[in-house]
């Protein structure tokens, strides 16, 4: 399997799940201009031409960071109980953090007139406050087990570092016990980012 990635991209989170689960895979990093350190035309393999994109073994591709984080829970057992409360509020909270937070950050990387930035922070800093209640006291997102929400949080989290959203302490302390797991570390060394 590959994992197709731009560093820092919220394909860090599904690289950090892959070390997590377990599974093997090879990293492959993208381009600007859409061209794969593999020598590839990106496109060709995703014509959406967006990040994490996983190929698998037998040639299928799948793209969108909550597929590629399901796909790596369903195939090893690890990360996503197979049914249960636990199970559909972590795949709640990535679906909120891919539609929620991390579209949120779109004015900031386009780098949008600064009235326009000035409000994608004040909501992402309400978006990030509900995901601190939603933690609570739990040492993960939906409890005392990593799912696949956690990678994806922590991916959040740290944009939100890069770009000067302040986010309640819960995250903080979250952030540094997330960066703290040998997966992120190794996650963060494999993308040139440790």
């Not at 020598?39 to 995703?46: A, Y």
């Not at 994490?52 to 793209?63: C, I, M, R």
């Not at 601190?132 to 006291?137: K, T, V």
């Amino acid at each position: 399997m590959k994992l197709f990635y731009h560093p820092g991209a919220c394909s860090l989170a599904v690289h950090i799940a892959l070390i997590e689960a377990g599974l093997p895979f090879e990293l492959v990093s993208i381009s600007r201009d859409k061209r794969t350190a593999d020598g590839r035309d990106f496109l060709d393999l995703n014509p959406h031409g967006f990040v994490p994109t996983l190929e698998l073994d037998d040639g299928n591709v799948l793209s969108e960071a909550l597929a590629n984080l399901v796909y790596i829970a369903e195939r090893t057992g690890r990360l996503l109980p197979k049914e249960g409360p636990v199970r559909w509020h972590a795949i709640e909270a990535v679906s909120f953090m891919t539609t929620e937070l991390h579209g949120g950050f779109k004015p900031l990387w386009k780098r949008a007139p600064e009235a326009e930035q000035t409000t994608a922070k004040q909501i992402l800093t309400r978006r990030f406050a509900a995901l601190a209640a939603q933690l609570g006291d739990k040492p993960f997102v939906t409890g005392v087990h990593i799912t696949i929400a956690d990678p994806y949080l922590y991916v959040m989290l740290r944009w939100a570092r890069t770009h000067g959203i302040v986010v309640p302490k819960l995250l903080d302390a979250y952030y540094g016990r997330m960066h703290e797991r040998p997966s992120v570390e190794k996650a963060l060394t494999g993308e040139g980012l440790g």
